[in-house]
């Protein structure tokens, strides 16, 4: 079962919905919108869930109510969440705090489904706990599945402004509104596959001889442990072994010194032979190119 969740940012940005802005001119869809882009991203760490936008994703239309919930009804959607921010007088005032809507009535589903994003929600902005509310909001009572819609702060807040100015609160509310629907309907994460390791064992270094006639008469240095794989078949060649440079930088190992991968700077020997390329695939070739 893939759960189908629809939502969407209220309103529209640059103007194009009257009102809905701060004192200082800043639009709501803004604040919505980086929630909402935020609520998105969260979902893909999720299996089994996709979503449907149902406003104009940038903001320069504002698409209808009628037009949100029938696209919702319509693709059958099994959860439907609404961003909004709130204003109380459009001016400046200490008004406070996070709220989370149901519709008008007892909706046991959507209610379930507003606390678990709610109390998540009131986290994430750090601001009062003003509760789940019911209303009789269009999106709320025309949508045919568990709708909510949240209320992150007040635009017209100096307090909740502080909060809503910041693009890493705004992110923590879709992070954390995505945790709460994910906790409704027992969403599980995606498992992340990491690449298969190959052990890499480290060269020992050795001691340094005493007399230049116990040195060593070759050698090969590396640059990290991923050009070892390529080191290695040419230390079987040669029967030298495989240094780190960070270990024979700037003293004598070897009478002879083959460089795989990175520079002869710092490297002491009577001969330095370079086969590094530019990354270690050219590193191999160079190496490939030498054995051959
Ligand atoms: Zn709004």
Known sequence: MVLKLAGCAGHAGFGVTAGKRS???????????????????????????????????????????????????????????????????????????????????????????AGYVHSRLVEAYGLKDRGLKKADFQILRETKMPSILLEGGYMDSTIDIKKLRDDKVLRAAGYAAASGVAKYAGLKKKVTEKPPTKPV??????????????????????????????????????????????????????????????????????????LSGADRFETAAAVGEFLK
């Open 23 to 113: 004192p200082a001119n800043e639009y709501e869809w803004d604040f919505n919108n980086k929630v909402i882009l935020a609520f998105e991203q969260a979902l893909k760490k999720y299996e089994d869930v996709v979503f449907l936008r149902t406003d104009d994703r940038t903001g320069r239309k504002d698409v209808s109510l009628d037009d949100r919930v029938d696209k919702a009804n319509r693709w059958g959607a099994d959860l439907y969440i609404s961003f909004h921010h709130n204003a109380y007088l459009a001016r400046w005032g200490t008004w406070t705090g996070t709220e989370t809507y149901t519709y008008l009535g007892s909706w046991p589903d959507a209610e379930r489904l």
């Open 201 to 274: 064992q480290k060269p020992k270094p050795e001691p340094k001889p005493k007399e230049e006639d116990d040195m060593l008469k070759k050698a090969i240095v590396i640059n990290g442990f991923a050009d070892f794989p390529v080191a290695e078949r040419l230390a079987l060649k040669l029967k030298a072994p495989v240094y780190l440079r960070s270990i024979v930088k700037g003293q004598k190992v070897a009478k002879e010194l083959y460089v795989v991968g990175g520079t002869k700077d710092g490297m002491v020997a009577d001969k330095v032979t370079l």
